[in-house]
Every structure is written in structure tokens, then in C-alpha cells.
């Protein structure tokens, strides 16, 4: 069914789960694990597709929601599709529209999946309604209804162009009880199935597609969940839905829903991107993983460090005073182009002066950064370290 | 006096006063007529250091004003100079800060240059006094008061470290009768001594100075005011102040100034960026000219193109719903990342979603397109076409 893709799993660690593989699209193949940078509306925002890829990121995501609001699927067709509209000649995936949805109808996606806000209070924002049928909401643009169903979102994924697409599901959320979990997934299964029905029906093998494990914290639900993928003929799987208010809580669902999953299938991690989380997936056995988190705390002042050289923090925050006259790199032992060229001073005057500048050469170390740090992980799988 | 600088005009026109040079700095040689990128605060804002080498500019401006109240020139110095701490390793130029001070004080600087806003209304907003000392003013950053005089002004440009800098002047403004212009002017030429002095002063060969015209739109002033910087040891000369509120105007106190310079030094036209106004500058003998036009209007949506393939207009507003779906590039002749690889389409739906990459791209474009305009320049006065 996806003669254009494959997964080789190159490597297992003696130690853990972890695992090395090649991802091969019609693309060109990456390197797992590995790290999804998010491009949202088509543009990483503050970088280039060719910055993008001088940092070595092998591969990118955008977001079918917001993609569908604004340019609409038609015009990125028009434009041959999402890898020629936004210069980026090389993997791509796209989520299936039903995570923003729903995250949007309560907070934010991260609030969200790492249980940071309270589910009952504040959902309904935009969205209106869930049927059988798909989820009906409000455009966060022009206020205008739609409904997103499976054969809808597989559509418009059809139409951008991804090599790798998503099943549409509902993103679980994390101050629920079971029962609703359980309804929820049990729906996000039937939701999928129509997914990888509208998929077959259209398929013309330029394109694969993940199912998405639900469950919420709910180990059993997990399982079920990672069963019903496996059993189905997606090429690949990822783990959706809240994973849990703290860290053990996540590392334990991700743990118990991994045990469960098909093992020779890549599977991906949503929505995490902290160092510490994504080596505990990878030796879970995750494969690539994706998050706002690098790019957007980029935009923001914050440079991703050696947790080793910085008291076990990842990031330092160039909008401090204390870098003024701090004429070092933000790494020295970085090679991107911010770190070969621009000081710590030059940076947070940037910032200071409210330079966009500032935004985007802290992107490109951080792109950068998070490529090093991924290879590094292959490194270490390799050698059975971890 | 410059043992590290050279200029020397390869052709002259049969046609006009235009004329081809090369204009050499300690950090390599400019060819003229040339146009000189607007990096105010030390950032071409949208694009990298490495982005505006890639269109092939060859020359970039940052301004005293700016750079002086944030991050201070000290910092700059302990970044090792302008130069190391931007990235750029190409001939650089600043502003001696005197132009801000009094636009900022009554408006903005192109408004104030083109006449286009009344000078007595608005005038004392950040500028508090004008002694023979120097300009006192309040910083808008946080208030403080501050006093830029010639000296300061020379000191701050070494700090910083561009190739070529300027004298301390006042910039006379469009709204005020020829007795104040002539004593605004016998004052900048106080300061311009005073400016040379501490120059010379402090000379270690590796920056030119330029002197300033004055004289508003009284062409016995410029007259005036060319010969006293001819007479006197600068490198080269700006001309600058008020140029009237009509084109006509502006073109006829360009030549009437131009008439009186020391014609074998290079001549640079403050604050002028439009082709047309460009064109005329050229034939009237100006080497260089610099503007923030092209790279703003960038970053609001406007992507120059040839005025004769767009009904006499020098861009187009690519934030207009006309764009939606035409799928082409913002020029078919250009060949700038820009044009190579994105469709308006894909522009417009980056404006229209409110990413920065809309503005990085039409920037990249911009510039690309001014170095291009420059070239023709260059080849049609080679060709004694203008």
C-alpha cells in the first residue's frame, strides 16, 4: 500500500526501546529518531525553507487547520502543492486538523496535552459542536462555521501534499474522566477507519498515513488504542491526545501505550520538545517527535544550551541585563551561523531594540541546536548507550 | 589624509553629468552609482547579514542616533566594531546622528526631507535645544537627556567603525524662511569644522569622513555650502537637509548643488530611495544614495517591479486579493530567492496570515531589485544612454 515509503530500523539499543531507523519518502529519507520543526500556516516563521535547511533539518510539519482556514486547500493546490508553495524540497507532514480544533476550543495546544489548564472551564471556545459526522467550530479568522470531518481532512491533506499525512481524530483532553476518554477513543477509532477509507480510496502512493493512538492517561484505553492502529494498515503511528499533568505522568503513558504498539512501524511522539522528554520517548522506542517549543522560544529571547553547562536548564534568556556585554557565542561549541558569527551582546540588543533579526538568528541556533541534539541521540543509540 | 581610500570615476557620461566609479574602502571597493541599505540600529531588520550579501549589495548604512542610545557605542567597540558585530565585512557607512535628532524631533525623517509635513507645528516633540555646543534631546527610548555635539558624534562613528562617516550638522527642514536657513547653515558649517578636527584628531586611517551640504532650497546657500565643503580636507560630500516638497524642487536644488561640488570626490544624496528620483540624482553627478523605502515598504506588504510593466508604478501591494491565486512570481526577470521559488499566491497568504516571512521574503526581493536597478544604472551610463 506505500511502495514510494519505507522504515528500516537500522539499529536497536541494548540498553532500552531506543532504536535508529530511515524514514524514506518520496522526499528523500531522514534520519530517526528525529525532529519535526513546525511550520504552521507554510512558513517557520522567522526562517527561511532555505535557512531551514542549512541548520540540516531533514524534515517539517505544517497544520491542516490552519492551512484549511487560510490560503484553503484549492489555492496550495494551485500552487503544486505545499513543497513547491513554500520552497521546501524535502520530507513534510501534516497534522490532520482535529488537534488544533479542539485544543483551540479550550487553550492551547501545549496547555493542553501536558494538562496545564482545566479542560471544564474554558472549552467551547470556538468549538461548537462534535457529531458523528466531524467537528463543527468557528473560524478563528472571520468567525464563519465549518465542520471538519475524516473524508474532509483527508481531502484537504490530499490537496497540500504531504508525504506523511495524520488520521483525523479527536485530541482526547486531560481533565476528563474515563468513561468520556473511553467514548471519545472509541469515536477517534471510527473516525480514523473512515480516514483510511477516504485515504485508500484516493490513493495515489505519493502519500502515507499514521494512525493516531488515543487514551488519554488511561493505560488500558492506551493499549486498546495502540491495538486498534496496529491492526489497521496505516504506515506508521502517533501518540495524541493529553499525556498527563507531569512528567512521570507522561513518561508512564508513553511507556505503557510503546509496549503496545507495532513494533516495525515509526512512530511519533506529538507535540513534545523538551530535551528530556524526547530522550525519554526515544528510548520508549519514538522515532520523531514534533513541538512549537524550540522555534517559538526563539522568537521570544530563549537559546537552547547544554543543560550540563547551564545548572540543568535548557535554554538561557538573552533579554537578560546580564548579557549586555557578553561578546561570547550563545554556544561555543556550536557551528550555526548565529553562533559562528554574532555574539551574546549583539543578540540582546537585538532583542532590546525590538528587532525581528534577533527572533531569527535565535532560530536558526535553535533549529540548529535541536538537529545536533538528535544526531547526538543516534550517536548514542548506536553505541548502546542509551 | 586617506591613504586606505580611493575614488576614481571609469566613465562619464557624453549624455549628462553621470558617471561611473569605484570606491574603494579598507574593507573592499563599492562600484557607483550604488545604493547603500538602510541597517539603522545595527540589523537590516526582515533579512541576515548574509541574506543582503546574497542580492549582491555591496554597501550598508547604520545610523549614529540610533546606535548611541542602544546598545551605546562602547558596547560596539567591545564587540569589535560595527562590522565584526553585525556580520557585515563589506564597506559600511554611518550617519552622524544629527539628521534623527531633529526629525525625530518634529516628525520623520522622510516626511521632513520632502517637505511634507509643516515644520513649525510639530517641531521640539524629543528635540530640546540647539546650542552652539550641540543638539540637546530627550531619548525616546527612556526619556533621559542627552547632548550630541560634533565631537561626541565623531567619537561615537570611531566606536563604531564604519568605513565612511559623516559630519555633524543640522538638517534644516522644509518650512522655515532663508535667514534661518543661512544661520542653520553657517552653524552646520561650524560643526563640520569642529567635526574635522576631531577627526584628524583622532585619525588611524581607517575611515573617511564626508562633509554635509546645507542650504535648504536656496540655491545661493547650497552654492555656498558646496564650496565650503569642497575647500575643506573631507573625502567625500553629502548633500543634505530639506529638498523641497515637490519633485521639480528636489531635482532642481540636486543640480543647482551639484553645479558646486568638488567634482572629482564621491557624492552621496541623503535620504533619497525612489527609482525615478534615483535616475535624476545619477545624472546629476550622485555616486550614492540610501533610503529605509525600499526595505519598508518590503516589510508592508509593497514588492518594487519595473514601473514600465506596471502602469508607471514602481511596485505593487501584494497584500491586494488579486493575489490570491496568481501563482506567479513577483518578477519573472528577477532571479532573487524571492523570485526563484515563491509564487505571489504563497506571499500574499503569508501577509494575510501575519508571518514575518512575507516581509523577510519581499525584502530579500527589494534589495535584489535595487542592486539590479543600480546595475542598469551603471551599464547605461557606461553606454552614455543617460
Redesign the interface.
Known amino acids: 500500500m506505500y511502495p514510494q515509503f519505507s522504515f528500516e530500523i537500522t539499529h536497536r539499543s541494548s540498553k532500552s526501546k531506543a532504536r535508529c531507523g530511515k524514514l524514506v519518502t518520496p522526499h528523500g529519507a531522514i534520519s530517526t529518531p528525529n525532529f519535526v520543526f513546525c511550520g504552521t ?10 535557512q531551514l535547511e542549512a541548520t540540516g533539518a531533514e524534515i517539517m510539519l505544517a497544520n491542516t487547520y ?1 492551512l484549511y482556514l ?2 484553503g486547500p484549492n ?1 496550495v493546490a ?3 502543492g505545499l513543497h513547491k ?3 521546501w524540497n524535502k520530507p513534510m507532514l501534516t497534522d490532520s486538523g482535529g488537534f488544533q480544533i479542539f485544543s483551540l476550543g479550550h487553550g492551547c495546544v501545549a496547555d493542553e496535552i501536558k494538562g496545564r489548564r482545566n479542560f471544564m472551564g474554558t472549552r467551547g471556545k470556538t468549538l461548537l459542536k462534535i457529531s458523528e459526522e466531524g467537528a463543527h467550530f468557528r473560524s478563528y479568522i472571520d468567525g464563519r462555521t465549518h465542520c471538519l470531518s475524516p473524508e474532509i481532512s483527508i481531502q484537504a491533506q490530499r490537496k497540500i501534499g504531504a508525504d506523511i499525512i495524520l488520521a483525523f481524530d479527536e485530541c482526547t483532553p486531560f481533565h476528563v474522566d474515563p468513561t468520556y476518554t473511553a467514548r471519545s477513543m472509541d469515536r477517534s477509532h471510527r473516525w480514523e477507519m473512515r480516514s483510511l477509507r477516504e485515504f485508500k480510496r484516493s490513493n495515489d502512493n505519493t502519500q502515507a498515513i499514521y494512525g493516531i493512538i488515543q487514551g488519554g492517561i488511561y493505560g488500558d484505553l492506551r493499549r486498546e488504542s495502540a491495538e486498534f492502529v496496529s491492526t489497521n494498515e496505516f504506515f506508521g503511528q502517533a501518540i495524541g491526545g493529553s499525556l498527563g499533568g507531569t512528567k512521570e505522568q507522561m513518561n508512564h503513558v508513553v511507556a505503557c501505550t510503546c509496549e503496545h504498539i507495532e513494533n516495525n512501524r515509526p512512530t511519533h511522539l506529538l507535540g513534545i520538545g523538551h530535551m528530556g522528554d524526547i530522550l525519554n520517548g526515544v528510548k520508549n522506542g519514538i522515532d520523531t517527535f514534533d513541538c512549537v517549543h524550540p522555534t517559538r522560544l526563539a522568537r521570544h529571547g530563549g537559546a537552547l544550551v547544554d543543560p550540563s553547562t547551564n545548572d540543568g536548564h535548557e535554554s538561557i534568556n538573552i533579554n537578560n541585563a546580564r548579557f ?2 557578553d ?1 561570547g557565542p550563545i554556544s561555543h561549541t556550536c557551528t550555526c ?1 548565529c553562533c559562528r ?3 551574546r ?2 543578540i ?3 532583542f ?2 525590538r ?4 527572533g ?2 535565535l532560530t536558526i541556533h535553535n533549529v540548529h541546536f535541536m538537529e545536533d541534539f538528535m544526531k547526538h541521540i543516534r550517536e548514542l543509540i548506536s553505541a548502546s548507550k542509551i
Chains 1, 2 share one sequence.
Open positions: 500556516k507554510g512558513a517557520m516563521k522567522a526562517i527561511t525553507a532555505e490552519h487560510q490560503p489555492v494551485e500552487n503544486g508553495m513554500v520552497g549586555i556585554h561578546t551561523y558569527k554574532f555574539s551582546s549583539y540582546h540588543h537585538l532590546k531594540a528587532e525581528n533579526l534577533g531569527q538568528l
